[in-house]
C-alpha cells in the first residue's frame, strides 16, 4: 500500500527554522516526483515545488524560490520542507504529494497526511 | 502564473448533475490534456479524482467524469450525494516554470 506520512505539528516563532518530512512507504520511492502543497487557512491549495528523488532535480514555484528549500534523502525514503527564518504568513497545511509516474503523469495521485505550522510571537 | 478560474460555489440536489468549470490559458489548460481534480472534505487532505482531463483513478465513483474544451475544463457529478459535499480544485500542467498551477476551488454544496 503506498504511503506518504508526513511529521507532526510545530509552533515556531518568526526567525525560527523549520524542517518538516514526508515518507514515503510501499512503492519505489527513487522513482517517483514529490511536490509540496500549501493551504494557508480557509483558503485554497498552492503548488510551492517538486523534487525528484533519484537525483534531487528541483523546481520550485516562482511565489516559493527562496523562500524554502526542498530536499530528498533517499536512503530513508523521505522529502523535506525547510524554512531558514520563519514568518506568521508562514503559518499553514502543508501536504506532501506523490506525481504520477513517468514524464507525463502529470497529476498527484496520493497525498501525505498534511502538517500544520503555526508560526506566532 | 496566476491561479485557474473556478466558481466560488455549485450547489444541487440530492440526485440532480452539477458542473464545476476550469478556466484557463492556452499555456496550461488548453495547452495540456494534463487537467487533474481533486476533492477536499474539511479537515482532510486532496484526494485525485480524475486525471488527464477525463480518466478516473480506480476506486472514484463513475458518477464523477472530466471534459475539456479549449481553455476551459470541466468536472461533472451527476447522481450528487451528500457525500459529495465537498471543497474541489483544479490543476493543469504549465508552460510556465510553476510547472503545475491549481484553480481557485469550488465549494459544492448538497442542498
Known amino acids: 500500500e503506498v504511503q506518504l506520512v508526513q511529521s507532526g505539528a510545530e509552533v515556531k516563532k518568526p526567525g525560527e527554522s523549520l524542517k518538516i518530512s514526508c515518507k514515503g512507504s510501499?512503492?519505489?520511492?527513487?522513482?517517483?516526483?514529490i511536490g509540496w502543497v500549501r493551504q494557508m487557512p480557509g483558503k485554497g491549495l498552492e503548488w510551492m515545488g517538486i523534487i525528484y528523488p533519484g537525483d534531487s532535480d528541483t523546481r520550485y514555484s516562482p511565489s516559493f524560490q527562496g523562500q524554502v528549500t526542498i530536499s530528498a534523502d533517499k536512503s530513508i525514503s523521505t522529502a523535506y520542507l525547510q524554512w531558514s527564518s520563519l514568518k506568521a504568513s508562514d503559518t499553514a497545511m502543508y501536504y506532501c504529494a506523490r506525481k504520477g509516474i513517468a514524464a507525463a503523469g502529470n497529476y498527484f495521485d496520493y497525498w501525505g497526511q498534511g502538517t500544520l505550522v503555526t508560526v506566532s510571537s | 502564473q496566476s491561479a485557474l478560474t473556478q466558481p466560488a460555489s455549485v450547489s444541487g440536489s440530492p440526485g440532480q448533475s452539477i458542473t464545476i468549470s476550469c478556466t484557463g490559458t492556452?499555456?496550461?489548460?488548453?495547452?495540456?490534456?494534463?487537467v487533474s481534480w481533486y476533492q477536499q472534505h474539511p479537515g482532510k487532505a486532496p484526494k485525485l479524482m480524475i486525471y488527464?482531463?477525463?480518466n478516473r483513478p480506480s476506486g472514484v465513483s463513475n458518477r464523477f467524469s472530466g471534459s475539456k474544451s479549449g481553455n476551459t475544463a470541466s468536472l461533472t457529478i451527476s447522481g450528487l450525494q451528500a457525500e459529495d459535499e465537498a471543497d474541489y480544485y483544479c490543476s493543469s500542467y504549465t508552460s510556465s516554470s510553476t510547472p503545475y498551477v491549481f484553480g481557485t476551488g469550488t465549494k459544492v454544496t448538497v442542498l
Open positions: 510501499g512503492y519505489s520511492f527513487t522513482s517517483y516526483w
Open positions: 492556452s499555456s496550461d489548460v488548453g495547452g495540456y490534456n494534463y
Open positions: 488527464d482531463v477525463s
